[in-house]
T-cell receptor, first 111, second 111 residues
Framework: EDQVTQSPEALRLQEGESSSLNCSYTVSGLRGLFWYRQDPGKGPEFLFTLYSAGEEKEKERLKATLTKKESFLHITAPKPEDSATYLCAVQAESGYSTLTFGKGTMLLVSP | EAGVTQFPSHSVIEKGQTVTLRCDPISGHDNLYWYRRVMGKEIKFLLHFVKESKQDESGMPNNRFLAERTGGTYSTLKVQPAELEDSGVYFC?????????FGPGTRLTVL
């Protein structure tokens, strides 16, 4: 069974204090790993897809990296508007294109 | 481009009643997914349509849940009769490639 574990569950940062969120996964053949951002009362917003170990993607202050067992979402010099829950999900090669999600990391950036 | 829309945004019903949730995917997206998040747990897959056909319904909890996708456009998810454990946020997503784009969700409360 595919599994995704995210850590920490919650993270509080000061504005400008860089950090990383972790997503560990087990999947029977990875087709893709997805990062989403979710604001309260809204649906997950797509950020990145990573397909193979060693791949990196960047968007503004966010950079996602992928190994064979985990992915990191690095946040550089965060701002209060980066506060949200960040979700990681995997899609297996076998079967169809469903996503298996982790519980997310709730990030709070204080000014 | 309009995103995925869902209706209603909130629904409060009594146990034993029927509720129908609606999802309008992004125009041109053949794939439509339903997911659910119950309190304290991760987002979980319910089912996947390709156009009007059910591709995978392995996540549907039981036969009280019925999903349809008329003409390959919008989709409905009916819960009949609703039970207390059906409470949660129901998300719809659509895709044309691997990345799935989510709607804002319908928060269902069963009393």
């Amino acid at each position: 069974e595919d599994q995704v574990t995210q850590s920490p569950e919650a993270l509080r940062l000061q504005e400008g204090e860089s950090s990383s969120l972790n997503c560990s996964y087990t999947v029977s053949g990875l087709r893709g790993l997805f990062w989403y951002r979710q604001d309260p009362g809204k649906g997950p917003e797509f950020l990145f897809t990573l397909y193979s170990a060693g791949e990196e993607k960047e968007k503004e202050r966010l950079k996602a990296t992928l190994t064979k067992k985990e992915s990191f979402l690095h946040i550089t010099a965060p701002k209060p508007e980066d506060s949200a829950t960040y979700l990681c999900a995997v899609q297996a090669e076998s079967g169809y294109s469903t996503l298996t999600f982790g519980k997310g990391t709730m990030l709070l950036v204080s000014p | 481009e309009a995103g995925v829309t869902q209706f209603p945004s909130h629904s409060v019903i009594e146990k034993g009643q029927t509720v129908t949730l609606r999802c309008d995917p992004i125009s041109g997206h053949d794939n439509l997914y339903w997911y659910r998040r119950v309190m304290g747990k991760e987002i979980k897959f319910l089912l996947h349509f390709v156009k009007e056909s059910k591709q995978d319904e392995s996540g549907m909890p039981n036969n009280r849940f019925l999903a349809e996708r008329t003409g390959g456009t919008y989709s409905t998810l009916k819960v009949q009769p609703a039970e207390l454990e059906d409470s949660g946020v129901y998300f719809c997503a659509s895709s044309q490639g691997w990345a799935q784009y989510f709607g804002p969700g319908t928060r269902l409360t069963v009393l």
